[in-house]
């Protein structure tokens, strides 16, 4: 998905994931065997159980999807502390799981037990974006996954991000890098001032093309 | 010359060591007894040791001094516990009082109207539910309105207070005993229905342990349980929790109900173990103190123990240094407040380093 940002990528998201009251419209979830769900008019949990994972990246980095005083293990837990029938929460599996996300993604943590606001920005991210891959998801949302992420880093989430593809998850991807855009997406949706510039196929367009649908709608040029 | 690092400047902390940390805490008490015992010098020509013994005397000087101590720690300590998870989820109660107040209403008119009709047991269990339900209702009602229309807490909880406080001036006109006095005495001297169980000789042993047993399963419940997970994320943000799929009005009425229903147990030790009666003035402040308890703790209600135990003997010991000396009342709060200043700094000093410039630089 591209766009200038602020042009309706988080609102579009939000909406998909049940955070967002829509006006009109639809989404529709097609399930491998066939059987539709319509998402619209259920909340979020309703949303995420069907596998629906919305792993957004706001400017600020914490104000969604982590808590920054709570430390790594209970970030985890965020997703998943409603499981089984106990009153009690069950840290041992979060703990093992932040333990798995900071070995596979090199998270630079001091430990487990450090609160996520002491992490640097791109070790955030990779601790976001680890737990909403692990959940499992058939549909991952993902925006601006990369930002304000050094090279490094940033190729190790596009790897993960084309790994859950190749897995069979539809991913849907908001970045403002436009050669990264080419290549990573089959098709390209972009959105100009809160409308569908248009839908075109990622691997016939070029960026001069996306760039001139981002700024005017339809993307033509006037005579 | 100006490009001088300043003279002095902070820097955030990165996590101390608890060791260090109570360290740091500990320097802090010692540095407050002898700012206090230089002025205590300089203004009474006091001995500073004898007044620092006789505060001590004051909260553990008799057997008695020292249970009426315990008991009030207690009740201190209860509020705050009850304010925790509210605290925690970031919903600033200032209700305390009027929760306990209700909490005490209701027990005084089950006392007042049930007293000898039904079984000791009986009253007593009913005292117990309408207690604890009048002050679950009273922190239902601003959390509510949170809830629904994001109206403010701190102004909401507040309001009820004095709608509480009215509403104990009115019943106490209504069942004064002797009529005309403005008071309603002790609550069936003659029968003790209603009151609750001494255990042994021990006047205030049952509200210590209910205190005590309050603490621990309060510090379970946030600690371990879902629901304290699920409060603590409200508090953090908001937005986050929505985005998980937590239901956040009713994580905040949930939580209030619990806080008010902890509030109105405290009103109900107050009057159905402690004083046997009601007045406006039953509370005495413990809604509002309970705030600086539960601060001074970070909300963790292990650690209120001991801030309550803190500001308890720092209240007691203070009323004694007016009395044994003669001293203006206000002589002891000044010393109550240095020492608070001390503690309360402290916690800048674990939080920042301070850096003073070396020379050359």
Not at chain 2, 42 to 57: G, I, S
Not at chain 2, 152 to 162: A, K, Q, V
């Amino acid at each position: 998905m591209a766009g200038i940002s602020g042009s309706g990528q988080k609102e579009l998201l939000e909406a998909i994931a049940g955070l967002q009251p829509v006006e009109k419209g639809t989404v529709t979830y097609i399930e491998d065997s066939g059987e539709t769900d319509e998402l619209i008019g259920k909340d979020p949990l309703e949303i995420a159980k069907l596998g629906v994972a919305l792993s957004f990246v706001p400017e600020d980095r914490l104000g969604m999807g982590l808590v920054g005083n709570m430390d790594l293990t209970d970030n985890m837990m965020l997703r998943s502390f409603r499981e089984g029938n106990s009153v009690f929460t069950d840290r041992s599996a979060p703990h093992d799981l932040a333990g798995r996300v900071v070995n596979e993604l090199e998270v630079n943590t001091p430990g487990l037990s450090t609160p996520v606001r002491r992490l640097s920005g791109g070790n955030v991210q990779k601790v976001l974006v680890g737990r909403e891959i692990s959940s499992a998801p058939t549909v991952l949302l993902t925006a601006y996954a990369v930002r304000g992420l050094d090279i490094n880093s940033s190729y190790m989430i596009y790897d993960l991000i084309n790994q859950q593809k190749k897995n069979g998850v539809a991913v849907v991807y908001v970045g403002e890098d436009l050669d990264v855009l080419l290549e990573l997406c089959d098709r390209i949706l972009v959105l100009c001032g809160g409308r569908v510039s248009g839908i075109v196929d990622g691997r016939k367009i070029t960026k001069n093309e996306v760039g001139m649908m981002m700024t005017k709608l339809g993307g033509k040029q006037d005579a | 010359m100006h490009n001088k690092t300043p003279l002095i400047r902070l820097s955030k902390r990165k996590a101390l060591p608890t060791s260090k940390a109570w360290g740091i805490r500990l320097l802090a008490i010692l540095l407050s007894l002898v700012f206090c015992a230089v002025l205590t010098m300089l203004v009474t020509d006091l001995n500073p040791v004898k007044v620092f013994a006789t505060m001590f005397q004051g909260a553990f000087g008799t057997v008695r001094k020292t249970w009426t101590t315990g008991q009030e720690i207690a009740m201190l300590l209860l509020v705050s516990v009850a304010l925790a998870p509210a605290f925690m989820m970031h919903f600033w109660n200032l209700g305390g009082e009027g929760q306990i107040l209700i909490g005490g209403l209701a027990t005084a008119a089950c006392m007042i109207l049930l007293g000898g009709k039904i079984p000791n047991g009986i009253l007593i269990l009913v005292m117990t539910v309408s207690a604890m339900a009048a002050g679950a209702i009273w922190a239902f009602i601003p959390a509510f309105f949170k809830a629904k229309w994001n109206t403010n807490e701190t102004l909401f909880t507040l309001m009820m207070n004095y709608v509480a406080t009215q509403l104990v001036a009115y019943y106490v006109i209504i069942w004064e005993v002797p009529k005309g006095s403005g008071k309603i005495g002790i609550i069936n001297q003659s029968t003790e229905a209603g009151w609750l169980p001494q255990i042994g000789s021990y006047k205030y042993l049952l509200n210590i342990l209910i205190a005590l047993a309050v603490t621990v399963l309060m510090f379970i419940y946030m600690r371990y349980s879902k629901h304290g997970y699920e409060l603590t994320v409200v508090g953090e943000s908001e937005r986050t929790a929505r985005y998980v799929g937590i239901k956040v009005e009713k994580v905040i009425v949930r939580t209030l109900i619990l806080s008010g229903a902890v509030c109105g147990l405290t009103g109900l030790l107050l009057v159905g173990s402690t004083n046997h009666t009601i007045t406006t003035t039953i509370a005495d402040n413990r809604g509002f103190t309970a705030v600086m308890v539960a601060w001074l703790a970070k909300f963790n209600p292990i650690s209120m123990i001991l801030s309550s135990a803190l500001l308890i003997f720092l209240k007691r010991g203070a009323s004694e240094i007016s009395t044994m000396y003669h001293l203006n009342q206000s002589f002891g709060d000044i010393l109550t407040g240095i020492i608070l200043f001390f503690i309360i700094g402290s916690e800048f000093f674990i939080q920042y380093q301070i850096h003073f410039r070396k020379k050359g630089q």
